[in-house]
């Protein structure tokens, strides 16, 4: 079986976790959980970086710095992980779900640009806007951080899938207030589970340090002044991840062979690509495809089974949000592009270590499954 993700584990990955065993640096302290602050935060441009135990915990500790709470409202994707909106929830506030983009598939920001103009006009201020740059592509945020400027509601992007990922030179996820990345096990680089908020806000950068690490007062007393977190990276999942960031030039060369093997699929009747906005370049975290039944002569679900009998792994698009019990209820912005992208998003094996053979086998099962169902010629 082609699985849908690998680690791709090739640097020195042994070697550092090594030395944390050597040297007795397992949990918190130790220089690996530095070191692989210092790195990203110079790459990604971004005056601080500061790991986290997840994605999902970045996301948590950046809204609730950012001011979300109780019966505040928070402009989300519909399109995302589940993981996107479930720290509005921990925080009691309710996400608004504003509909995908038809030709990128990221949120539509003009949407949530008009829609924050829309509560202005009522005198209502979200507590925040919280776009995700999905499967790696990065999304053009303008109309949106203009807005959000002019009515003074913080941007927290989620770039758990963007890592790498750029708009005009600059990363994904360095646009707002603050951008969370994950590092799981599926994402650009790993670090066996882990995340990071970047921010240039000095004041939120200390906050959060503060508050993943259990809000303890420096000295040498237990002294805590706010109920905190027990949120931070161990020192052996940052040696991972700096091992892992090490070959990140390798891993997304990779992944961009790989994305540029997949597109001839478009040729194919029925089956189409995201368009790439002006300036953005994609990390090309993950391979997704759409699938027209009425033109390719099978469904996304049919392919789904068909990929799996021939030892092929492919996983339908995100479920979008307002599809599940517990945001079924949330407000709404939009129409049905999200359920669109939702019936027909198939996404496909585009781990870095994808040998060519195996990417071969998946491009032509999906040729050969193709049915011509109008008239000749
Ligand atoms: C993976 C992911 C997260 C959560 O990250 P974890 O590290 O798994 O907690 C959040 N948002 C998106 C869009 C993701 O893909």
Not at 1 to 19: C, H, S
Not at 199 to 221: E, F, M, S, V, W
Request: contains cysteine; hydrophobic residues 40%; negative net charge.
């Amino acid at each position: 079986m082609i699985p849908l993700f690998a680690a791709y584990v090739a640097g020195r990955e042994t070697d550092y976790v090594r030395e944390c065993l050597d040297t007795g640096w397992l949990a918190s302290g130790g220089q690996f959980n530095r070191r692989f602050a210092e790195e990203l935060s110079r790459f990604l441009g971004a005056s601080h970086a500061v790991p986290c135990n997840s994605g999902t915990s970045a996301l948590h500790v950046s809204l609730m710095l950012a001011g979300v709470g109780p019966d505040d409202r928070v402009l989300v994707s519909d399109l995302t992980f589940v993981a996107t909106a479930n720290p509005i929830r921990y925080l009691r506030a309710e996400p608004v779900l504003i509909d995908a983009h038809p030709t990128h598939w990221n949120v539509d920001v003009e949407l949530m640009a008009d829609e924050l103009k829309r509560r202005a006009d009522r005198g209502q201020r979200p507590a925040a806007v919280l776009p995700t740059h999905i499967l790696g592509r990065a999304c053009r945020l303008d109309p949106l951080l203009e807005a959000a400027q002019r009515f003074d509601v913080p941007v927290i992007e989620d770039a758990a899938e963007a890592f790498g990922a750029t708009v005009d030179g600059r990363q994904a996820g360095t646009f707002g207030l603050a951008g969370c990345f994950s590092f799981n096990g599926n994402k650009q680089i790993t670090t066996g589970g882990g995340g990071l908020i970047a921010t240039d806000d000095d004041g939120l950068a200390r906050q959060a340090d503060h508050i993943i690490n259990q809000a303890k007062l420096p000295g040498p007393g237990y002294v805590h002044d706010q109920v905190g977190y027990n949120y931070r990276l161990s020192n052996v999942a940052a040696a991972i991840g700096l091992a892992q960031f090490e070959q990140l030039p390798e891993i997304v060369a990779r992944k961009h062979r790989i994305a540029a093997r997949y597109r001839c699929l478009a040729d194919l009747p029925g089956i189409a690509l995201p368009y790439e906005e002006p300036g953005t370049v994609s990390s090309d975290w993950l391979t997704t495809i759409l699938i027209d039944e009425a033109q390719f002569g099978r469904s996304r679900d049919e392919m789904l089974g068909c990929l799996a009998e021939r030892g092929v792994e492919a996983r339908p698009i995100w479920t979008p949000l307002h599809k599940m019990p517990m945001y079924a209820h949330a407000e709404r912005v939009g129409g049905d592009i999200a359920d669109q992208l939702d019936a027909q998003g198939l996404s496909l094996p585009s781990f870095a270590g994808l040998s060519d053979e195996q990417q071969q086998h998946i491009i032509h099962t999906i040729q050969s499954l193709y049915i011509r169902t109008g008239p000749p010629g």
